[in-house]
Every structure is written in C-alpha cells, then in structure tokens.
C-alpha cells in the first residue's frame, strides 16, 4: 500500500527549529520529485521546497531560502524539511508530496506552530 507518512511538527518559539520528516512505504522515492508544500490558516496551500529525483537539485520558496533545507536519506527511503530561524509566519500545516509522470501521492499533513 502507497503511503507518505509525516512527522515532526510540533509547537516552536520563534527562531527556533524543526526537522520534519516523511516516510515513504509502497514506493521508492529516488525516483520521485519530493516536495513539502504548507498551508497556513487562511491562506491557500504553497510550495515550500523541492529535492529532483536522481540527485538532482533543491529548490526553495524565496520566504524560506537561507532558512529551510530538504535533504533524503535513500536507506530509510525518508525525506526530511530541515527548518530553522522559524518565524510566525511559518506556522502552517507541512504535506510532504511524490510525483513522477501520473502518480501524485500526499500525505496527511503535519502542523507547525511558530509562537511564543
């Protein structure tokens, strides 16, 4: 069965930090792009970064660049969203998503909450 798991999130004082992971079982994600995307209260859901499938590269959304890593380990066939120097304005619920050609898989979310 095809499942992305997230982990992680939690309640966090400003500029502080979170790693958020995602568990993939049912399918490899090497060769998947992965992507966290965020939806905060009232707003509608963003891509926060991208890890290109086969060792490519990272992309990151401009409110999150010099802050945020994603980063995969192959052997646990998990993805995780480093993020640090948190802000209020991260607080948002993380989906961790695979897609490759017609397969678009999600998970269930997990929240972040940025607040002191």
Known sequence: QVQLVESGGGLVQPGGSLRLSCAAAGFSFSTFDVSWYRQGPGKERELVATL???GGG???ADSVKGRFTISRDSAK???YLQMNSLKPEDTAVYYCNAKWWR???WGQGTQVIVSS
Request: charged letters at 15%; zero cysteines.
């Open 52 to 54: 290109s499938r086969l």
């Open 58 to 60: 990272a992309n990151f």
């Open 77 to 79: 066939n998990t993805v």
């Open 103 to 105: 397969l678009d898989y």
